[in-house]
């Protein structure tokens, strides 16, 4: 339920953030795009957080750690929590001034890059960060690799042009 939670402010804050930042012509993406429909992009949120739940507690423990499903899953929700939070306050910031904005935006990166090191250790028992590092951005390649290629099989992909 927390996870739900997340999605769902996340997605509304998402929405938000459209009427506060100003839009930039021919810059329309997947994101905004998905901002635009608050609902879809929760249940898109939420889909992606349980798979970095999945990934967090099967390549932790493979690696040897002995977090389990659970575990993972009440870490992300809450690192999705406080995630929220920073970035609401990012985007008050931006609103209402917009280059502290920028800066706080670079500061709730490195916090949320240190909040998924630190929930990872935890779940799982690790000691060294920099593994835990190396592990997540490992994990983060193959799955882009991984699911890069199904799309294409799928043919999910645009064409490129040559």
Known sequence: MLLALASILSAILAHLALYVL???PGQEGMLMALSRAPLTLSVVQFAA???????????GR???GRGLFPDALLAVGWAEIVMFVLQAGQLA????????GALAGLAVL??????????????HGFRNAFLVVLGIVGTIFVTGFLMSTAA????????VPA
């Open 152 to 159: 294409a099989m799928l043919g999910l992909l645009s064409e």
């Open 62 to 64: 493979m690696f040897g």
């Open 110 to 123: 490195g916090l949320g890059i240190y909040l998924i090191v630190a929930l990872t250790m935890a779940v």
């Open 49 to 59: 957080a349980v798979t970095g739940a999945i990934l967090l507690s099967g390549v």
């Open 93 to 100: 910031l931006t609103a209402i001034l917009p280059p502290l």
């Open 22 to 24: 100003p839009a930039v």
